[in-house]
């Protein structure tokens, strides 16, 4: 199947500052990529849908202005946690949906912990 | 609205048992239907997937019948292997292609 990698696959940080992820398509164009969050031993839940090229939808309760999506490319979106807090530690997990498969193709995810 | 609810683990199972991870779900429409497996430290992989009533998904020696009258899609396998030990999602989609998890259940099989 068709690859979507994750950078970085874990990261630490400190109250208040900003965090960036980057989601990647390596051997596909996803026109539509989905950023999930998911909490130890609880399923995935969708934070956003995000088209390329156009501003991302975001699933009810979720902060746009505190996770910022961009997707500039047709390989490439990123997910910047803003002022991140505790709270805030958790798995992210992105996808990207190759419609020539019509298939959603999972990164591997990125471990948040904000200290 | 859409979810899934999915048997809770874990599941412990020695080598050749028979594996059964139960998934119901409610929906608002006509939704697509899916398994999702998810190895140690690696992303999520579409195991199988139904897209109408009655039909079956397989792969990987794993099945699951679309079963409309009872909401359900219940995963099976009947000679586990040490190799299947991983978290299991079950998942629907309407149209949009979001997908809504189940909360997941973990399979360790034991040699």
């Known amino acids: 199947g068709a690859v979507v990698s994750q950078h970085p696959s874990r990261v630490i940080c400190k109250s208040g500052t900003s965090v960036k992820i980057e989601c990647r398509s390596l051997?596909?164009?996803?026109?539509?990529m989905f950023w999930y969050r998911q909490f130890p031993k609880q399923s995935l839940m969708l934070m956003a849908t995000?088209?390329?090229?156009?501003?991302?939808?975001?699933e009810q309760g979720v902060e746009k202005d505190k996770f910022l999506i961009n997707h500039a490319s047709l390989t490439l979106s990123t997910l910047t946690v803003t002022s991140a807090h505790p709270e805030d530690s958790s798995f992210y997990i992105c996808?990207?949906?190759?419609?020539?498969?019509?298939?959603?193709?999972f990164g591997p995810g990125t471990r948040l912990t904000v200290l | 609205g859409n979810s899934v609810t999915q048997m809770e683990g874990p599941v412990t199972l020695s080598e050749e048992a028979f594996l059964t991870i139960n998934c119901t779900y409610t929906?608002?429409?006509?939704?697509?239907l899916f398994w999702y497996v998810q190895y140690p430290g690696e992303g999520l992989q579409l195991l199988l997937k139904?897209?109408?009533?009655?039909d079956k998904g397989s792969n990987k020696g794993f099945e699951a019948t679309y079963r409309k009258e009872t909401t359900s899609f219940h995963l099976e396998k009947g000679s586990v292997q040490v190799s299947d030990s991983a978290v299991y999602f079950c998942?629907?989609?309407?149209?949009?292609?979001?997908?809504?998890f189940g909360a997941g259940t973990t399979v360790t099989v034991r040699a």
């Open positions: 995000s088209n390329e090229g156009s501003k991302a939808t975001y």
């Open positions: 998942a629907l989609s309407i149209n949009d292609y979001k997908l809504s």
């Open positions: 051997d596909f164009q996803a026109t539509t």
């Open positions: 929906a608002t429409g006509y939704p697509s």
């Open positions: 996808s990207g949906r190759d419609r020539r498969l019509n298939e959603q193709f």
């Open positions: 139904a897209t109408k009533a009655d």
